[in-house]
């Protein structure tokens, strides 16, 4: 029997650009629920977005992946360009593109207003940076690692709410990662 956890794993949707070799962090949405309240958080997410966006969802392997981002494409997000993304190799060396771009300066927080106060969510993303890999969650690192690595294999390319910094054509997939929707 499994035990239930008093501290459940987030979804977690990043948003950012990536442009001339910088990570621009715009938000970071997340939610905990069950499955409809992950999927009514994802649609949310969507629409405030447009359907002028591409969403990149963390595909799990067999045919259980396939389902979930059919699922998706065909019923939560119909009329939006949605893509399965698998990642490759365990969660520290994913999150390696990230922390080296981060180490030499190129990742930026994007605070969005003129006093330069960290918005809401800049607190919980640090805390769980800075305790990688050995918190007790790595929802916000994992979206982070898939969006840096679907963001440089289409650069210019960008995850923008609205105004994006790069590219007009790919304004913002959303990556939710962390626990995934059944």
């Known amino acids: 029997?499994?035990?239930?956890?008093?501290?459940?794993?987030?979804?977690?949707a990043p948003k950012g650009a990536y442009k001339d070799g910088v990570f621009y962090i715009e938000d970071m949405a997340r939610t905990r629920g069950n499955p409809g309240d992950v999927e009514?958080?994802?649609?949310?997410?969507?629409l405030m977005d447009s359907q002028l966006v591409?969403?990149?969802?963390?595909?799990?392997?067999?045919?259980?992946?396939?389902?979930?981002?059919?699922?998706?494409?065909?019923?939560?997000?119909?009329?939006y360009t949605?893509?399965?993304?698998?990642?490759?190799?365990?969660?520290?060396?994913?999150?390696?593109i990230?922390?080296?771009?981060?180490?030499?300066?190129?990742?930026?927080?994007?605070?969005?207003?003129?006093?330069l106060i960290p918005p809401a969510w800049y607190r919980a993303l640090?805390?769980?940076?800075?305790?990688f890999p050995l918190g007790s969650h790595d929802d916000?690192?994992?979206?982070?690692s898939l969006a840096f690595a679907l963001l440089r294999e289409d650069e210019p390319a960008a995850m923008a709410t609205?105004?994006?910094?790069?590219?007009p054509s790919r304004s913002r997939p959303s990556v939710f990662g962390g626990r995934r929707p059944a």
């Open 1 to 12: 029997r499994e035990a239930i956890s008093h501290d459940p794993d987030w979804t977690a």
């Open 40 to 46: 009514q958080f994802i649609k949310a997410t969507a």
């Open 54 to 79: 591409e969403i990149a969802i963390e595909e799990e392997g067999g045919s259980g992946g396939k389902m979930t981002i059919s699922h998706y494409t065909r019923t939560v997000l119909r009329g």
């Open 82 to 96: 949605v893509v399965g993304q698998r990642p490759v190799g365990a969660k520290p060396q994913r999150a390696r």
């Open 98 to 115: 990230g922390s080296a771009a981060a180490q030499s300066g190129n990742v930026k927080i994007v605070c969005g207003n003129d006093d």
């Open 126 to 131: 640090m805390a769980e940076l800075e305790a």
């Open 140 to 144: 916000q690192v994992d979206g982070l």
């Open 162 to 167: 609205g105004q994006s910094l790069a590219s």
